[in-house]
């Protein structure tokens, strides 16, 4: 299994950036996708997430900015990020999970698959 993900840079505040994560050998249908993000010294945390279904999760700091969606067809989740604050600054890593449920959707432990993590930079 393999996750790639791309599309990280440096940007001004209140621009927007799109995050791509490919994924391969598995079968993408059946997993839920998520997006979390990490600074130096903290933990990872939750951003966004995708299940089966379609069905959208937000952490509260991204909601009504960032939009988390999938295409079945390209087996590849997306995350669009508008209105870009210098607290977003971290690395985005992608997740893919089959065993996602409303409890754990938010637990980076509960995802088996990881991709390795494109740099996000906001400048102020």
């Known amino acids: 299994v393999q996750l790639q993900a791309s599309g990280g840079g440096l940007v001004q505040a209140g621009g927007s950036l799109r995050l791509s994560c490919a994924t391969s050998g598995l079968t993408f249908r059946d997993y839920s996708m998520a997006w979390f993000r990490q600074v130096p010294g903290k933990e990872r945390e939750f951003a966004a997430a995708?299940?089966?279904?379609?069905?959208?999760y937000y952490a509260d700091s991204v909601k009504g900015r960032f939009t988390i969606s999938r295409d079945n067809t390209k087996n590849t989740v997306y995350l669009q990020m508008n209105s870009l604050k210098y607290d977003d600054t971290a690395v985005y890593y992608c997740?893919?999970?089959?065993?996602?449920?409303?409890?754990?959707?938010?637990?980076?432990?509960?995802?088996?698959?990881w991709g390795q993590g494109t740099q996000v930079t906001v400048s102020s």
């Open positions: 997740a893919a999970s089959s065993r996602i449920i409303l409890s754990n959707l938010r637990v980076h432990s509960a995802y088996e698959f």
């Open positions: 995708v299940r089966r279904g379609s069905y959208t």
